[in-house]
């Protein structure tokens, strides 16, 4: 399997257009990029980006998908050829979101994933913890998660499993300004998740490649023939991709991992964000486009999956687990089984 | 009643190939290109256009359109050659070279049968042509070749009424799959595997 790249495009005003077999970025009178169709599966687009009408066409042709998100990597639209979906698979997921014995058992899968990468995540921070306070508090929070993974199988019935997942969302967070070096805590100050609008820089940092993730995780339902917007987890509600919801909850620490390495590296800053008035805050513009190129170099990295011999990029392991997804809501096999990263 | 959808003539070699392979392909509707489809394209862009030449006293034929009622087939033929005496002569345009296994002369039989259908007169041989090789291999439609369209033909259609996938072959057949991404064949292949892994899943080693 080969992970094509995603053009994401976050320049205002750019103009995308076909010049033969290639995509051309312009901006004003310069083009900046030109890209062979066939190097692409994906055009993401970020906020007021315009795009001739023959590109939209020949896009929908080669099967690229064009993505449309707002400025803060919210989902917009998105243009799919006529090859998308599959529906018996359809069929079958409907019938299965119905049966409430699957559902709980793939609501228990997505939420073991969360934790179990949640938790690596934290037991990472505490290896590499200076102090010992800080250490054994980071491995409480690896018990705690621990706990709340093995409570999972006893749910039974998806709000159980929601307020586990919940619970164990709190108690992670509650640790997550540890895994901040500490001298960058003061600018990255942080307790607990806010959104709609993010009310901090790592907030506004976590919903952005959030965003991104998800993004992702509906484009592999698409492409594994399956519909974004029925999830077993997640509520059905209109508009909402439940199933890339479902499927995103595995791949949120992987997210959390690129945030803590922008900041503790220092590949972002406090004027990397905009704070409005009230106390939302925004990423800046430039912070946008540092961030994709973060996100696309770490799809590169190869992991080991427990079900394939060879390592998979991580930028096409949300298809994977789409394709897994579709196996298992065909009856392939005996459940859906989780990314997990050792 | 609604008849059944025709089988086209390709599924019986991807079925003969791998029967998970056709329900993808025909069931599932899945094509992922690989170089081995990309070759096969490029040749068939240049069969594919309809059309007629007279050579030799034979009219050749291209890309013409194929049917049986009977066993409920519908293809197309890359050439057919109408001998003088009007015996449509089916030859087939291969990528590569002549493979081991029979898939070419299956859907050759099964393009016989066809025109037996539609022009009323016995079909008794074919050819294969190797663009890899250059070679023309003429093949006799005996009756063990029709057997096997027959046979063929129903278990593809009992599979397609099911609506179920078979399962993986999971051998050498899938490192020349241009499926193999989608159809995970060693995911699926050990069941006990996943079976420990999803067992697992709620459990954290200290
Ligand atoms: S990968 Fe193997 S099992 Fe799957 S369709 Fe191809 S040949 Fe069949």
Redesign the pocket.
Known sequence: MQLLNTLYVTTPDAYLRLDNDTLRVEVGQDTRLRVPLHHLSGVVTFGHVMLSTPLMHRLAEEAITLTLLDANGRFKARLEGPQSGNILLRQAQHRRAAEMAFALMTAHACVAGKIRNARQVLLRGAREAKSESERAQLERGGNDLAASLRALPGAIDLDTVRGLEGEAARQYFARFNLLIRPDRRDAFHFDGRTRRPPRDRLNALLSFLYSMWTSDCRAACEAAGLDPQLGFLHVVRPGRPALALDLVEEFRPFADRLALSLINRRQIDTTSFVEREGGAVLLEGDARRDIVVAFQERKQEALQHSLFKEAIPLGLMPLVQARLMARAIRGETEGYLPFVFK | MESPDPIPISALQHWR??P??CA?IHLEQAFDDNLHTARGNALHARVDTPGAETRAGCRIVRALPLWSDRLGLSGRADVVEFLPDGTPYPVEYKHGRRRVRDFDELQLAAQAICLEEMTGRSVTEGALFYAGSKKRRPVRIDTTLRQAVEDCTAAIRSTFAAGRLPP???DE??RE?S??DR?Q?EALAIPEQQRQLLARLFEVDE
């Open positions: 190939y791998c998970r392979q993808l993986p072959v999971n057949r899938c799959c499926l193999r159809c064949p």
